[in-house]
């Protein structure tokens, strides 16, 4: 089949129009550039999503958390293994407590134990009267341990022990309460301070120890008479 003059013209025409043309350059960099900002865009819709659907579970979901009655016989259990919370120590039964040099105590279901260099074991019962487990009551007991007085006694009591306050022929002084764990009932309290250069004064130098909740409402009190 033999092909029309006119048309192969064109096509040469063609050809060499084409082989004259030098193509532009590829705009990589607004290629890039674009590229970009569509990235930018997809994060920052990303981010909004994810920031919304935390808002709405902040808003949504219910808050855990506990409130400790305190001054109420309906407290919760006491936790044990020696774990302090301020001048509040619960101890474990049997478990030893520093108070000062050469001065220790610890607590079994029977009551009070001391240790101190001229009496290395002394005992107050619980349940032999040295307090009134029938109502709030405190004892005290006094010692004089090198250069200090070594103050301690029971106390019994409803509420959640939280402070004790002692006051003296010389001032008053905060002090320290121990607990079992599974005794909320009962206690004991101590402090210790330096000996006045008045002394002579041993049998009526403490004169009020007052146990108190958090909220500063008695739990048990000694006034001396």
Sequence with gaps: MSSDPQTEQLCRLFTETAHEITPSPVPLDNIERSGRIRKKRR?????????????????HMPLAHTVLPVGDASSPPLTASHSNIGAWTVVAEGERVSVAQDIELWLTKDGKHWSTPTEIRQFRSI??????????????????????????????????????????????VTGHIVQL?????????????????????????????????????PVASFVRL
């Design 127 to 172: 349940t032999d009267g040295n307090v009134d487990v029938n109502r709030p009551s405190v004892s005290v007991q006094m010692e004089q341990v090198h250069d200090v007085y070594f103050l301690s006694g029971l106390f019994h009591g409803k509420g959640r022990p939280a402070r004790v306050t002692v006051t003296t022929m010389e001032g008053t």
């Design 181 to 217: 764990a599974d005794q909320p009932d009962w206690g004991v309290w101590y402090t210790t301070m330096q000996i006045p250069p008045r002394q002579g004064a041993a049998g009526g130098f403490v004169l009020r120890v007052d146990v108190s909740d958090v909220h500063g409402i």
């Design 43 to 59: 994060l920052a819709m990303l981010w909004a999503s994810t920031s919304a659907a935390a808002c709405f579970l902040a808003l």
